[in-house]
């Protein structure tokens, strides 16, 4: 079940500490994004990324950063900012033909506050 | 923005009955709407998508409809199969892709049972 990897599964943070979520992917894709579903709603985008060394802020990217600085990797760091962290976080890629369009999904990481 | 609603939340169907989940969504603009499914533990997946210049298109059991006049596009899954049982997710985007993002609905569980 190669393609696109997330590590880990489960990710406990305690009050002020930063934690880093990794995504990597040998798909060759261009384009990486970061997602962030809670229960009863929609996947919201928190970054994205287009090209290494390039990556914007989607809807939701206060209290988190990202870095590009391999094609194969896309990492996200909750800060202590994101008051309300607890969430299932989903990274995905795709191809620059189907920028926003066909997204291949990694499993995701269960983040909870201890 | 763009906003995309979903309806409905839940959905219940016995085996081989068939099963409609209906998106609106609020940018005339938008042109690419694509429709995810999300096993319970396991990661988001394209099953269909649908681009504004067609008004229906089909693949097997799934088939999704577009009616760009009222904004309003749905999936309809006929023959059900317990297997079907997942939250789907409907999407929609404008233009290109580029920097347009996808916006999601807040997803419908749908469970079918035996």
């Known amino acids: 079940d190669g393609g696109i990897t997330q590590s880990p599964k489960y990710l406990f943070r305690k009050e002020g500490q930063n934690v880093t979520l990794s995504c990597e992917q040998n798909?060759?894709?261009?384009?990486m994004y970061w997602y962030r579903q809670d229960p009863g709603q929609g996947l919201r985008l928190i970054y994205y990324?287009?090209?290494?060394?390039?990556?914007q802020k989607g809807d939701i990217a206060e209290g988190y950063s990202v870095s590009r600085e391999k094609k194969e990797s896309f990492p996200l760091t909750v800060t202590s900012a994101q008051k309300n962290p607890t969430a299932f976080y989903l990274c995905?890629?795709?191809?620059?033909?189907?920028?926003?369009?066909?997204?291949?999904f990694g499993s995701g990481t269960q983040l909870s506050v201890l | 923005g763009e906003n995309v609603e979903q309806h409905p939340s839940t959905l219940s169907v016995q085996e081989g009955d068939s099963a409609v989940i209906k998106c609106t969504y609020s940018?005339?603009?938008?042109?690419?709407f694509p429709w995810y499914k999300q096993e319970l533990g396991k990661r988001p997946q394209l099953i269909i998508d649908?681009?504004?210049?067609?008004g229906e298109k089909k693949d097997q059991r799934i088939a999704v409809t577009l009616n760009k006049t009222a904004k309003h596009f749905s999936l309809h899954i006929t023959e059900t199969q317990p297997e079907d049982s997942a939250v789907y997710f409907c999407?929609?985007?404008?233009?290109?892709?580029?920097?347009?993002?996808?916006?999601f609905g807040a997803g419908t569980r749908l469970a079918v049972h035996p």
């Open positions: 995905a890629s795709s191809t620059p033909q189907l920028f926003n369009e066909k997204l291949f």
């Open positions: 798909l060759n894709h261009d384009a």
């Open positions: 990324s287009q090209i290494v060394n390039d990556f």
């Open positions: 940018d005339s603009a938008s042109n690419y």
């Open positions: 649908i681009r504004s210049n067609v």
């Open positions: 999407a929609a985007r404008k233009g290109d892709g580029g920097y347009n993002k996808l916006i």
